[in-house]
């Protein structure tokens, strides 16, 4: 079992969902504050998809969050 947390074949950059650059403010060198995500509603059940491995090393990206919305609006 391996001591620290984080993969370090994980990319934090990118989406664990589905590749994509998740535009994380605070790896661009900016304030927490001054990212996307924090106006976002990321719901529980989009976070439950990310793979055990991947959770709490990289940011969802926008593109999933925006699809998982509109999936759970249409039901699909």
């Known amino acids: 079992m391996r001591e620290d947390k984080?993969?370090?074949?994980v990319d934090p950059s990118r989406c664990p969902l589905c590749g994509g650059d998740n535009r994380c403010a605070i790896l661009q060198g900016a304030e927490?504050?001054?990212?996307w995500c924090r106006a976002a509603a990321i719901p529980r059940g989009?976070?439950?998809?990310?793979?055990?491995?991947?959770?709490?090393?990289?940011?969802?990206?926008?593109?999933?969050?925006?699809?998982?919305?509109?999936?759970?609006?249409?039901?699909r």
């Open 32 to 35: 927490i504050d001054s990212c």
């Open 6 to 9: 984080y993969d370090a074949d």
């Open 46 to 75: 989009l976070l439950e998809r990310v793979p055990a491995e991947r959770a709490g090393q990289a940011c969802i990206c926008a593109a999933c969050v925006a699809a998982y919305h509109r999936e759970t609006a249409t039901g």
